[in-house]
């Protein structure tokens, strides 16, 4: 009996951790660290500004640390929505119409940012936001009209965008929103003036207050053969 009584005592004298699960860790992970000063430049204009636009070739991390921001935002309930769009146009030969709803047509395009938001925020999580529309996939042909409030709205691909269509979406934009425009002015595929080119020439232009983050290909950190590969291209002028 003595020794079942001080097993118990053991047990007794243990802290207590109410409703504790599984995802205790994932709730307080560390805040994003930056790996180049441009990343650290990057950070601070998204901490202090209401619109940021974030520039350079592939592999600078633009988009994984969007969709790392936008998890946070998410999980820590700073924000109500996180809404995601970009223009679908063709990086090369279409494979032709995706089926399903609009939703489903989209989410191939925008599977960079939704994979860093399941990356941060876990799978499941990820996608019971998606169902209770915390988070927003809203492709460019429906978003005439809309408001966005009380929201981070993250624009992919800007470069591909025409100088109408980033009229559009950036009349869309409420009170209470953060906006980032991502993109690579050096890898438009369209056939006529990008708007992110516009945009960027009007903010310089005009002194507007809004940060301009320009990555350069020194700030690639995907990986040595990206990097290889994005100076080849250049130096060629391809």
């Known amino acids: 009996m003595k020794r079942r009584r001080a097993r118990l005592e053991l047990v007794e004298d243990r802290p207590v951790r109410l409703h504790r ?88 395009w925008v599977a960079p940012l939704t994979e860093a938001m399941k990356e941060r925020m876990g799978v499941a999580a990820f996608e019971i936001a998606l169902k209770t529309g915390d988070i927003e996939i809203v492709p460019f042909e429906v978003m005439r009209g809309r408001t966005f409030k009380n929201c981070l709205v993250i ?33 438009t595929d369209l056939r006529e003036t990008s ?13 507007m207050p809004i940060p301009v983050v320009e990555f350069t290909r020194d700030d690639i950190v995907r990986s040595g053969i990206c990097a290889e590969w994005v100076k080849a291209f250049e130096e060629t002028n391809l």
């Not at 935002?73 to 609009?102: C, D, E, H, M, Y």
């Not at 624009?155 to 209470?176: C, H, S, W, Y």
């Not at 708007?195 to 002194?207: A, E, F, Q, Y």
């Open 21 to 108: 699960t599984r995802f205790d860790e994932e709730r307080h992970l560390s805040p994003i660290q930056p790996l180049t000063d441009r990343q650290a430049d990057y950070l601070d204009a998204l901490a202090t500004s209401a619109q940021v636009i974030v520039l350079g070739p592939a592999g600078t991390g633009k988009t994984f640390i969007a969709g790392t921001r936008a998890a946070d935002l998410l999980r820590q309930r700073r924000i109500a929505k996180v809404v995601i769009t970009r223009p679908n146009v063709p990086s090369g030969r279409s494979l032709g119409f995706f089926p399903g709803t609009l939703e489903e047509k989209i989410a191939p």
């Open 195 to 207: 708007g992110l080119r516009t945009v960027i020439h009007m903010i310089k232009s005009r002194m």
């Open 155 to 187: 624009l992919d691909e800007a470069q591909n965008t025409t100088v109408p269509e980033i009229k559009m979406f950036l009349t869309r934009i409420g009170d209470e929103c953060q906006v980032i425009i991502n993109g690579d002015v050096s890898q």
